[in-house]
């Protein structure tokens, strides 16, 4: 899967320099950062109403197009795709699992140096949760 994004990020890269009215990627390219952010937000939308839907080959599609735009929004961030696998492997190492990292003001602490499968055994400290309101 890494490959194909690399290619991918590599082909947003060479667009750069193609002509807009011919590669959609460069007339995003042009467009900014917000119009990225916005495409980026519409093909999500869409793989989440598909999702709901339970239209598999309609999520395929769309997450195919919320990957393009995410990648090309990482172009124009000079973000590189290694960047993001690198953050997926320090989570990993804090969680046993590279997911996604409470918004909270959590505190992750190990509780024991126990493995379970290989991971970490890891806890939040609850009196750093807060609810939002």
Known sequence: ????????????????????????????????????AKKLAEEAIEVAIDAVGGDAP???????????????????????????WREMER??????????????TVKVAKVSSARVQGRPIVAADSRAIRKRH
């Open 58 to 84: 309609a999520v395929v599609r769309e997450s195919a197009d919320l990957i393009y735009n995410l990648t090309v929004l990482w172009a124009e961030l000079g973000i590189q795709p290694d960047d993001v």
């Open 1 to 36: 899967m890494t490959d194909s994004i690399e290619r991918l990020y590599r082909a947003v890269l060479a667009a750069r320099d193609l002509e807009p009215a011919r590669s959609r990627t460069a007339k995003l390219l042009q467009q900014g950062s917000s119009k990225m």
């Open 91 to 104: 989570r990993e190492l804090l969680l046993g699992i590279a997911e996604k990292l409470p918004k909270s």
